[in-house]
Antibody
Framework: QVQLQESGPGLVKPSETLSLTCTVS????????WSWIRQSPGRGLEWLGY???????NYNPSLKSRVIISVDTSKNQFSLHLRSVTAADTAVYYC????????????WGQGTLVTVSS | DIQMTQSPSSLSASVGDRVTITCRAS??????LNWYQQKPGKAPKVLIY???SLQSGVPSRFSGSGSGTVFTLTIRSLQPEDFATYYC?????????FGRGTKLEIK
């Protein structure tokens, strides 16, 4: 059974970088697309971007150049880095798997709350 | 970006009822439409993908239909565990976007 688990700081200061890691267990990170999705009362569910295990990426233009998703296949992990955060980036962050692009998210992490505050 | 509009935003129903939730896309998305169920404190769980395909393990009382810009999720004979929030999501192109959700409450 594939499982995803997010980890990282729950509190980030404004203007700093939010960094989260998703560890995949019960299956290989290879041959799938790995996304970050966040949820907040104000924005609802928002797809941030995905990475293929080979390293190719596709980001939501709304985040402009603030987001980077990277993968470490040796650890079966992928990571989210969101620069220059503001209070509007406060949300529950989920990692999720998509079999192929333009499909659906079949596995999700449990989510982790990140609060942006000084 | 493609906008996804769900209706209603909330719905009260009783165990045993049949309910229908509608999702409209701002442009044609063919059948690239997925439905998720979310319970408080949990991640969304896919119920229906490609507009009408039932995800493995999901009870057959859930069904989806539609193509182009209008889609529906129908729950036949509501069970107590079905009271949750439901979201549609398009996967036609990126950025993927979600509807704002329909909260299904017990009457």
């Amino acid at each position: 059974q594939v499982q995803l688990q997010e980890s990282g700081p729950g509190l980030v200061k404004p203007s700093e970088t939010l960094s989260l890691t998703c560890t995949v267990s019960g299956g290989s990170i290879s041959s799938y697309y790995w996304s970050w999705i966040r949820q907040s009362p104000g924005r609802g569910l928002e797809w941030l971007g995905y990475m293929y295990y080979s390293g190719s990426t596709n980001y939501n233009p709304s985040l402009k150049s603030r987001v980077i998703i990277s993968v470490d296949t040796s650890k079966n992990q992928f990571s989210l880095h969101l620069r220059s955060v503001t209070a509007a980036d406060t949300a529950v962050y989920y990692c999720a798997r998509e079999g192929v692009p333009n499909e659906y998210f079949d596995y999700w992490g449990q989510g982790t709350l990140v609060t942006v505050s000084s | 970006d493609i906008q996804m509009t769900q209706s209603p935003s909330s719905l009260s129903a009783s165990v045993g009822d049949r309910v229908t939730i509608t999702c409209r896309a701002s442009q044609s998305i063919s059948s690239y439409l997925n439905w998720y169920q979310q319970k408080p404190g949990k991640a969304p769980k896919v119920l229906i993908y490609a507009a009408s395909s039932l995800q493995s393990g999901v009870p057959s009382r859930f069904s989806g239909s539609g193509s182009g810009t209008v889609f529906t999720l129908t729950i036949r004979s509501l069970q107590p565990e079905d009271f949750a929030t439901y979201y549609c999501q398009h996967s036609y192109n990126t950025p993927y976007t979600f509807g704002r959700g329909t909260k299904l409450e017990i009457k």
